[in-house]
């Protein structure tokens, strides 16, 4: 079958992750192979890479085609406001405790293009906590942190991010945020002034700083168990007594090491409360 | 690989597919083996509605795919809206918010694909009714692979599309009219 002549080989694709590792530092390896195998293999047929060796050579040898491939490894899809009850958690059950504290720390894990990100940014302004807040927004990718800073989105999405924004109990027309210009939507700078957009491995890194609340969304999905526990370990470390630690609709906390240390607050939108070190 | 895999059936539907797992579900043996993974498109809500009403009528107990969920023989797995559905070479399920592919998520040629590599000769794949192109490539991938391939018979299926589409890039090893679903189930 002719079309599957460029089919990589979990050896292959072994390799591949090895040499990540040691010529650059980046480890996929406790990531989830079968992810990680299928976004390598996408871009091997989209390059058209004539043999594996080529494909190597080019990912060992060009350190821009690296940068590139890095980009398509990792998932960037996000939105805004996605998945709106989370949202509407936020708003009710978890800024308001936020606002009596002087001063709010938060630390978006995994912010890919910052979509979420400036929907928080949002929220705040909104609760009017943005101007003593500081949100910290970390990526291992540093072109989607390129793209995040820019706050650049297309103009096509924001019906839909309108709709999300509404259905997060926002009240007020959501274009009063962007200013449009031919097909994009620039987010205004009151938002980004607060934001923090930094390189960060989660694989690698260690904790910066100590938060009130995390959130990391649709991240742990690629990480195999042993990566996620410890992943959220550097969560616990990095939050307050009593933060709040946010994860995507399909994560959970449930047979981790560190679920006795949180309790839940809203079970379906998974936001958990730390209550012990 | 020292873990033994179970043998796996995954069933891939759109538009017009669900009535036929509802006919399918009720009139398995209870007695069967296979692991069995459902791929259905569907509105991106968040909502577990579809494996709830799968649940209803299965004589095999039915729960929503978790990520790291380990796949047992005689379970029906349903892939979770706005998710594709990937399997680890242990057997393991993973979850995965990547681009759409053929305007789904789940898209169908995914979660094919992913188990054709895994699973190889022990997998079949079966392509129910729809509008859309998803499953064909996914099919070839398991005939590629060893795996058994079967597409509903478009001349029952409520919109003929999908299977037919894949009939017509490959030769499928059977087209099934819907009695004789169980039975070929029951036989893999």
């Known amino acids: 079958m002719k079309e599957h002549v460029h089919h990589l080989k979990d050896e292959e694709v072994n390799i591949l992750l090895n040499d990540l590792l ?39 040898r060009d350190s821009t085609y690296l940068t590139y491939l890095m980009e398509q490894i990792t998932v960037n899809v996000t939105e805004m406001f996605r998945d709106p009850a989370f949202f509407q958690a936020l708003r009710k059950q978890v800024l308001p405790v936020l606002a009596t504290y002087p001063f709010i720390r938060i630390w ?122 410890k992943v959220l370990h550097l969560f616990s470390e990095s939050l307050e007594q009593l933060g709040f630690l946010a994860l995507g609709a399909k994560e959970t906390l449930r047979f981790t090491t560190v679920a006795p240390l949180f309790k839940p607050l809203a079970q379906k939108e998974k936001i958990w409360r730390k209550i012990a070190t | ?81 706005d998710y594709h559905l990937l399997i680890e070479p242990d057997g393991t399920l993973t979850l995965d918010y990547s681009e759409k592919v053929h305007y789904s998520r789940p898209s169908i040629d995914v979660t094919f694909s992913a188990a054709a590599e895994v699973f190889k000769e022990r997998l079949a794949c079966l392509l129910l009714s729809g509008a859309n192109t998803d499953g064909a490539d996914g099919l070839q991938m398991v005939q590629a692979m060893g795996g058994v391939t079967a597409v509903q018979d478009p001349g029952e299926a409520e919109v003929a599309f999908m299977p037919r589409h894949a009939m017509t890039v490959m030769q499928v090893d059977r087209v099934l009219k819907q009695k004789e679903m169980a039975e070929w189930v029951m036989s893999l």
């Open chain 1, 22 to 60: 040691e010529q650059y530092g980046y480890d996929f390896t406790d990531y989830s192979f079968a992810s990680v195998k299928r976004r390598l293999q996408r871009v091997y047929i989209n390059d058209r890479f004539p043999s594996f060796a080529e494909f190597r050579y080019r990912v060992i």
């Open chain 1, 108 to 229: 978006h894990a995994g912010c890919s293009t910052g979509e979420e990100v400036y929907s928080m940014a949002i929220l705040l302004q909104e609760m009017n906590l943005l101007h003593k807040s500081v949100i910290y927004a970390t990526d291992i990718n540093e072109s989607v942190l390129e793209k995040a800073r820019k706050g650049i989105f297309p103009l096509a999405y924001m019906q839909q991010y309108s709709q999300n924004y509404l259905q997060s109990g926002g009240q007020h027309d959501f274009s009063r945020y962007y200013a449009a210009n031919y097909e994009y939507a620039k987010f205004s700078e009151s938002l980004s002034e607060k934001i923090i957009f930094a390189a960060h491995n989660l694989v690698t890194d260690r904790s910066f700083n100590e938060f009130q609340l995390i959130i990391c969304r649709n991240v742990l999905i690629y990480f195999n168990k042993d990566l996620q526990d």
């Open chain 2, 1 to 81: 690989m020292t873990v033994s895999l179970p043998r796996t059936l995954v069933i891939g539907g759109s538009a017009g597919s669900l009535d036929v797992l509802l006919q399918l579900l009720p009139s398995l043996d209870p007695a069967c083996r296979l692991a069995i993974i459902i791929v259905l498109h569907r509105k991106s809500d968040n909502e577990t509605l579809l494996s709830d009403l799968l649940a209803t009528r299965s004589v095999l107990p039915v729960k929503e795919a978790e990520e790291k969920d380990l796949l047992r023989p005689g379970m029906v797995y349903v892939a979770p809206a």
